[in-house]
């Protein structure tokens, strides 16, 4: 059993399909959850509103610094934070443009970048409490740890193994503090959009969502007590 003790943890994303299922796998462990969302609340489709555990704050884009930072200030005694905000783009080379490579890149690694940042400056604000250190955890894609599956996807594939790099690199330097940073690369999850996308495809081979989020609980917890590095493999039977 995971348990956060109330516990304050980021989750960016936490209004999409994946995040949905992070947070409410983080809430029945105890953890009070922050969700830092561009939309404006009438366009938020969260229905977080009756839950006094789960906050979101409105107007914030993860990849700008400014933002970033005001937003992760606001967060009291920060004890982990969860990045899900990203995007996907298919193209061949020849297709793909120089802003659709940075679009890429700014979504998935620098949107990382920035809220690792800020998520650590938190973290060491915290003070003296429960617990020592702190937890990252980051999502990465197959093609991170396999590139040649990133055919026909490159800048995607390249933005998802920055982010792999990003969390190897990050957890060596925080090991003394005790911030473990961690990833998952899973291939395709099973959610309505990708449903939508390849109707041919067999469902059930897909990780769901409720499966991965209990593995980014896990490493989010204050019960994983060593496993810093990883850039976890979450295939499912694909």
Avoid at 30 to 42: N, V, Y
Avoid at 200 to 220: C, G, K, N, R, Y
């Amino acid at each position: 059993m995971i348990a956060f003790e109330g516990a304050h943890v980021v989750v960016t994303g936490g209004t999409g399909t994946l995040g949905g299922a992070v947070v409410a796998a983080l809430r029945a462990a105890g953890a009070t959850c922050h969700i830092p969302s561009r939309d404006k609340p009438d366009a938020d489709p969260t229905a977080y509103t009756d839950d006094p555990a789960i906050i979101t704050a409105h107007g914030i884009d993860v990849t700008d610094e400014a933002s970033v930072t005001n937003f992760y200030r606001s967060v009291p005694r920060l004890w982990g934070s969860v990045h899900l905000t990203g995007g996907f783009a298919m193209a061949p080379l020849a297709a793909t443009s120089a802003a659709d490579f940075d679009a890429q890149y700014r979504i998935n690694a620098r949107s990382c970048f920035l809220c690792t940042q800020a998520a650590v400056a938190g973290i060491r604000a915290r003070g003296p409490g429960r617990a020592t250190g702190g937890r990252i955890v980051n999502v990465a894609a197959r093609p991170a740890l396999e590139p040649r599956t990133g055919a026909g996807m490159a800048a995607y594939a390249a933005s998802k193994a920055a982010v792999a790099t990003l969390t190897q690199a990050l957890a060596e330097e925080l090991a003394a503090e005790e911030i473990w940073v961690n990833a998952v690369a899973p291939s395709i999850i099973d959610t309505p959009v990708n449903r939508a996308a390849m109707p041919q495809e067999d469902f059930s081979h897909w990780v769901t969502p409720a499966a991965l989020a209990d593995i980014i609980a896990f490493l989010a917890s204050p019960q994983n007590r060593a496993t810093r590095g990883a850039v976890l493999p979450v295939y499912g039977g694909s």
